[in-house]
């Protein structure tokens, strides 16, 4: 693994980590609204930032 993969993989946790933190704060209601629920945070920050 080189250090652009090992960068790469690092930028694309830091992303995770901002939608998830970002997402986190959103109450229920505006959740629901975008039309998911607390369980699904993670995924769709996964999905998001494809790490």
């Known amino acids: 693994m ?6 790469h993989k690092i930028q694309e946790w830091r992303r995770y ?6 997402l ?10 975008l039309g998911l629920n607390r ?3 993670e995924y ?3 999905k998001a930032s494809h790490f």
């Open 44 to 46: 769709v920050a996964k």
């Open 2 to 7: 080189s250090i652009k993969d090992i960068a």
């Open 39 to 41: 369980a699904e945070i």
């Open 24 to 33: 986190s704060q959103l109450t229920d209601r505006e959740l629901h609204d």
């Open 17 to 22: 980590r901002a939608s998830v933190r970002e």
